[in-house]
């Protein structure tokens, strides 16, 4: 099965500088992509997602890039925010046309934004 | 707040017993998902239901089973507890019916088995 790896396990960056979280994945056939963010005794939040047919998406602060080649996929969160603060899980599925799957979430990334 | 609701948010009960966790999904969502989230497994999918039927399975144990009802609602039962069940339980919703796109989760459910 599928098996998705993340890094760095916590992660802590000054208040306005960009934060990176990186994911690789071991299926090639995997071809969605979504990032969540989860806070403290909630459930996670999707705040990004991408397919294979696309290399880069952005929202605002918050991108995701894909290598399908080198099968990783990354997270980049600019001009980082307090409220930026939580665990980031990345996650891979594959989805055969018609068919669906479950998502494979890496272990998780504890983003701390000093003041 | 995702519109996605699980009852009850906390449950606790003793080893070898039967519990049922219940899940609402988003209005006009037919996909419900499981998923256990642990220190030690991290986010597990289990099963995922479809309209009422079963679409995939995950790391689903054979003391676990879920359905999903007519009104959508989804009901996940775990029998013969152990003390390795306790973990918090999620489940997600989706409108997607092509793959598992777009999954909005609840805000969980923490099971304590003693």
């Known amino acids: 099965g599928e098996n998705v790896e993340q890094h760095p396990s916590t992660l802590s960056v000054q208040e306005g500088d960009s934060a990176v979280i990186k994911c690789t994945y071991s299926d090639s056939a995997s071809n969605y992509f979504p990032w969540y963010k989860q806070e403290l005794g909630k459930g996670p939040q999707l705040i990004i997602d991408i397919r294979s047919n696309v290399g880069e998406k952005k929202d605002q602060r918050i991108a995701v890039t894909l290598n399908k080649t080198a099968k990783h996929f990354s997270l980049h969160i600019t001009e980082t925010q307090p409220e930026d603060s939580a665990v980031y899980f990345c996650?891979?599925?594959?989805?055969?046309?018609?068919?669906?799957?479950?998502?494979?979430f890496g272990k998780g990334t504890h983003l701390i934004i000093q003041p | 707040d995702s519109g996605v609701t699980q009852t009850p948010k906390h449950l606790i009960t003793a080893t070898g017993q039967r519990v049922t966790l219940r899940c609402s999904p988003r209005s006009g969502d037919l996909s419900v998902y499981w998923y256990q989230q642990s220190l030690d497994q991290g986010l597990q999918f289990l099963i995922q239901y479809y309209n009422g039927e079963e679409r995939a399975k995950g790391n689903i144990l054979e003391r676990f089973s879920a359905q999903q009802f007519p009104d959508l609602h989804s009901e996940l039962n775990l029998s013969s507890l152990e003390l390795g069940d306790s973990a918090l339980y999620f489940c997600?919703?989706?409108?997607?019916?092509?793959?598992?796109?777009?999954?909005?989760f609840g805000p969980g459910t923490r099971l304590t088995v003693t």
């Open positions: 997600a919703s989706s409108v997607s019916s092509a793959g598992p796109y777009e999954q909005y």
């Open positions: 996650a891979a599925s594959i989805t055969q046309g018609g068919g669906a799957d479950g998502l494979t």
